[in-house]
């Protein structure tokens, strides 16, 4: 999965990446008023914990979408 080499590639550990990636099959549950990522703006998202998979494919989706860096 392409965020655990992001975190290891982040610490500065020597990766080497033979084939494809998989860059991550996450579902993102909303509401009416939540129907895209940019609308988490302002939103609280639980998550499993901070640096996990999950936190940095999150991190990555919210950045793209240019919404601030959540605080640690």
């Given at each position: 999965m392409a965020a655990n080499?992001?975190?290891q590639i982040d610490r500065g550990d020597p990766v080497?990446?033979?084939a494809?990636?998989?860059v991550g099959c996450f579902e993102l549950f909303g509401t009416e008023r939540v129907r895209a990522i940019r609308?988490?703006?302002g939103k609280t998202v639980a998550l499993t914990g901070l640096g996990l998979t999950?936190?940095?494919f999150l991190a990555s989706m919210v950045a793209y979408v240019?919404?601030?860096r959540a605080r640690t």
């Open positions: 080499l992001v975190i080497t990446v033979l494809g990636v998989h609308d988490l703006r999950p936190h940095v240019g919404l601030a």
